[in-house]
């Protein structure tokens, strides 16, 4: 009942999409995946780690026909466009494969073994439909909010000391090789989180079930609560109100090499195509959630989450994609978000009710402020600097020491008696 009432809530939320869409004249999430069955995709990764969580449901052997069938299918497609002149990307394999797997559950399939398929089905569709909702998403913020907060947002950014700034002429001293590599880091984030949900999921064939939390709901909901704050706090980025890429919507070219003034921050009107993504930060919200998420796994996937955010925290400023800002509210959001959905699944209690409610007045706080305080913020950064540290430091603490307690206690064996002892 529950993966019913949830499919079917996705498939109009998709729906309603769709039709906002076409209302602004562009394809909406559902065309933009249907065409990718015969079209180029987008992003193959992420159609390959989709069809990988996928087969965390079946066996090993019908893992490698799957993974066969799919590489199989990418190859007769790069062939035919490459001598039809076409771009080249693969990727349809994997999605063919994994609606093909739907179609056998429906058919081939029945009671417990057609809704474990279908869940698996389900889990890889979501990764690519997140994706394409996500893209819609930002479109209808670009169409819908034609003010932006930016000056508000950069202003209380003095309080941290610009650090969008400063990371940028980091990242422009590293040269093309740096950038190339930051970029990549940027654009799979989902195909990071991918990897990390294999692991968690990797004992699903074999106990017949999903577990209770895994990296991939917290990845979706933060996907569907994100953009909904956009429509609260639209903000575009340093890159495009105080950097070229505004064009002449810019207020001055500044980024990165001089922070903006110090002024009476107003509402600015902006561009109808610029997505307004950046409060707060989703991008280090995944990352966030990776992170956390690879801390139960081995040592190459605890280095490897590590590196992400790192690697996505460098990207998101030295881009001048998001202020500073943005990140102390995307690690509130993200933690508050991850605390709600374990609580949810190991049961909820005080401790759940204090985390969650602590991490939702945090944020609040934090947007209340970058929005009427802005000006103070940036008069007194020795004081609003280390306020908004802790503010974030605050939340990971408390869900630290939260989530610790829920974790279920080593039973130690009671000691021998004495007595025994002695006989032994």
């Not at 605050?394 to 630290?400: L, P």
């Amino acid at each position: 009942m529950l993966w019913t009432t949830a499919g079917v809530v996705t498939l109009a939320f998709l729906v309603a999409l769709e039709i906002t869409a076409r209302h602004y004249g562009v394809p909406g999430p559902i065309t933009n995946q249907a065409r990718e069955v015969v079209f180029a995709p987008k992003s193959g990764p992420l159609l390959y780690t989709s069809l990988g969580l996928m087969m965390v449901v079946l066996t090993w052997r019908q893992r490698f026909v799957a993974l066969g069938a799919a590489v199989g299918i990418d190859v007769v497609f790069c062939l035919v466009r490459l001598m039809a002149g076409a771009r080249m990307n693969f990727g349809n394999g994997a999605l063919w494969v994994l609606l093909g797997y739907a179609v056998i559950a429906l058919t081939r399939r029945t009671g417990r073994e057609r809704l474990l398929l279908l869940k698996g089905v389900g889990l890889g569709l979501l990764l690519v439909a997140g994706r394409k909702t996500g893209d819609t998403w930002l479109l209808i913020t670009a169409k819908t909010r034609p003010m932006v907060l930016d000056q508000y947002v950069a202003l209380a950014d003095h309080a941290l000391g610009c650090p969008s700034w400063l990371m940028g002429r980091l990242v422009n001293a590293t040269g093309p090789i740096g950038s190339d590599i930051l970029n990549y880091v940027y654009i799979q984030l989902p195909v990071a989180a991918g990897l990390v949900a294999l692991y968690q999921l990797r004992n699903v064939a074999v106990e017949r079930r999903f577990p209770g939390h895994h990296l991939v709901r917290t990845f979706l909901v933060i996907g569907l609560l994100g953009p909904g704050i956009y429509m609260l706090f639209p903000v575009v980025g340093p890159i495009f109100v105080y950097g070229a890429d505004g064009g002449q919507w810019a207020l001055a070219n500044l980024w990165p090499h001089t922070p903006p003034p110090i002024q009476a921050p107003h509402h600015m009107l902006f561009d109808g195509l610029t997505p307004r993504n950046c409060m707060p930060s989703l991008h280090i919200a995944w990352a966030t959630t990776i992170f956390v998420h690879s801390r139960k796994g081995p040592r190459v996937l605890r280095y490897a989450g590590a590196f992400w955010l790192l690697a996505t925290l460098a990207a998101t400023l030295g881009f001048g994609y998001h202020y500073g800002t943005d990140i102390v509210a995307g690690v509130v959001f993200a933690l508050t978000v991850e605390g709600a959905l374990r609580a949810l699944a190991r049961g909820w209690d005080r401790s759940a009710t204090r985390l969650v409610a602590y991490g939702a007045t945090v944020f609040v706080a934090l947007l209340l402020a970058y929005r009427y305080l802005s000006m103070t913020m940036a008069e007194n950064p020795w004081v609003f600097g280390p306020l908004l540290i802790l503010a974030m430091t605050s939340m990971i603490y408390g869900y630290i020491r939260t989530t610790k307690g829920w974790e279920p206690k080593a039973t130690v064996p009671a000691q021998r008696s004495e007595r025994q002892l002695e006989l032994v």
